[in-house]
C-alpha cells in the first residue's frame, strides 16, 4: 500500500478505516464517515497470534448525527474478545491517552500522548453539533478513524473521530466520548436506529444579524430559534407550529416570522444549541410544552406537542443484518438522507473575542 519511508499521497489506500469489536456477538463500532459510501465492508481481525482472518460485515445500524456505524461479523465468540469500557465522567485533562488505528494503512498503529481538553465541539456530518468532545495529543491521521481511545487501563473511552490539521496529525485529534457512544450503540443493537425525540422542523442554525433583519423585513430577534418551514411529514403541525412566510410576488422581497421557540417545558432555549440539548431528555411520543413567540407583535404561545421519531439512513450499499428489529416510530419518523460530498467531520477552533495578552 505505501513504500517504506515513502507516504506519496498517491500510495495511500482508499476507504481504509478503523473499527474496535464491541460485543462477543460480533458487532463492530466504527464512525458513519467511514462506511457511509462503500458497497462492502471488509473486517480483518488479529488474534494474539498474529493470526488474520478477514470477514464480510453485515450493518447493523447508524446515527449520523454522532457520526457512528455498527457493523456486524459472522465470527466465532471465542475468537472476539471486545475492549472493556471505561467512562469519560472522570476523565482528567493530563492522563495517558492511547490510540489504536490504521494510519495510512499502517494497521494497528499505537500512538501516546495526553488527554489535551474536554468538552469540545465538531460537526457531525449531518451538520449537528457533538458536544463533550475529548481532545487528545496522540497522533490522529487517516485511517484512524472509529478506532478507539483507551486510559492507560486499556478500557475505552472514546472513539478516535477527526484531527485538526491539514490530512496529517498536528497533535490535535478528537473523539467521541464513550459514554456517548455507548448509549447510541446499545439503540442500534436493540432497535436497529436510534430512537431519538425530534420536532421535525428547519430552523436557522443562529439568530439573524440586525443588518440581517432589516434587510429581510424580520423584527429583532434577541433570543430564541427560528422556525423555517414546518413540513407536511413533521409532527409538530399538528400542534400548530408555524415557519416563516415568504411574499408570493417575487418583486416584493417580504418575509413574515412566523414562531420563535423560547422554551420547552421548564427549560430555556435561547439558542439553536439549547434546543438540541434539550430534544435529548425525551423519548419519541413525549408530549411537551412548546413555548414560542408568533409574528412580527412575538406574542406568547403555548403548543402541545407530540414528539416524532428519528430516523436515519445511509447511502451505504452494505447488506443489513438480518436480525436487527424493525425500529420504532411509524407516521412520526422522519427519514434523514445525508448529502453526498466531503462528510468528515469538521473543527471550527474558537479563536478568543479580544486580544490575547502574552
Do not use: C
Amino acid at each position: 500500500m505505501a513504500q517504506q519511508l515513502n507516504l506519496g499521497a498517491d500510495n495511500l489506500p482508499k476507504g481504509v478505516g478503523t473499527g474496535f469489536v464491541w460485543d462477543n456477538l460480533g458487532h463492530i463500532v466504527t464512525n458513519f464517515h467511514v462506511i457511509n459510501k462503500v458497497d462492502t465492508a471488509l473486517v480483518t481481525v488479529t488474534n494474539a497470534k498474529g493470526e488474520t482472518k478477514q470477514y464480510t460485515a453485515k450493518l447493523t445500524g447508524v446515527d449520523p448525527d454522532k457520526d457512528i456505524a455498527v457493523l456486524k461479523i459472522d465470527a466465532n465468540r471465542a475468537e472476539l474478545r471486545p475492549i472493556p469500557l471505561g467512562t469519560a465522567k472522570t476523565v482528567k485533562v493530563g492522563q495517558y491517552a492511547l490510540a489504536i488505528g490504521n494510519p495510512f494503512g499502517q494497521d494497528h498503529t499505537l500512538t501516546t500522548g495526553v488527554i489535551s481538553g474536554k468538552n469540545r465541539e465538531i460537526t457531525a456530518p449531518t451538520g449537528r453539533k457533538i458536544k463533550g468532545i475529548l481532545q487528545t495529543d496522540a497522533a490522529i491521521n487517516p485511517g484512524n478513524s472509529g478506532g478507539p481511545l483507551l486510559d492507560s487501563s486499556g478500557r475505552l473511552i472514546g472513539v478516535n473521530t477527526a484531527s485538526l490539521g491539514a490530512g496529517v496529525s498536528a497533535g490535535v485529534g478528537f473523539a467521541l466520548p464513550v459514554d456517548a457512544v455507548k448509549s447510541v450503540v446499545e439503540q442500534i443493537i436493540q432497535f436497529g436506529a436510534v430512537q431519538r425525540a425530534i420536532l421535525g422542523i428547519t430552523y436557522l442554525e443562529r439568530l439573524p444579524t440586525p443588518a440581517e433583519a432589516e434587510r429581510s423585513g424580520l423584527p429583532r430577534i434577541e433570543r430564541g430559534v427560528v422556525v423555517l418551514e414546518v413540513p407536511e411529514t413533521s409532527p409538530a403541525l399538528a400542534a400548530g407550529l408555524q415557519g416563516v412566510q415568504r411574499s408570493v410576488d417575487p418583486a416584493v422581497k417580504r418575509t413574515t416570522v412566523g414562531d420563535v421557540i423560547v422554551g420547552i417545558d421548564d427549560k430555556p432555549i435561547n439558542a439553536p444549541p439549547d434546543l438540541t440539548a434539550a430534544l435529548e431528555a425525551y423519548k419519541p411520543g413525549d408530549k411537551v410544552k412548546l413555548r414560542v413567540l408568533r409574528g412580527p407583535a412575538q406574542e406568547a404561545k403555548t403548543l402541545v406537542v407530540a414528539l416524532g421519531s428519528f430516523r436515519g439512513s445511509t447511502f451505504s450499499g452494505l447488506q443489513s443484518d438480518g436480525a436487527q428489529l424493525t425500529p420504532a416510530g411509524g407516521a412520526g419518523s422522519v427519514p434523514l438522507n445525508v448529502p453526498l460530498g466531503e462528510i468528515a467531520p469538521q473543527i471550527t477552533p474558537r479563536m478568543p473575542d479580544g486580544p490575547v495578552i502574552p
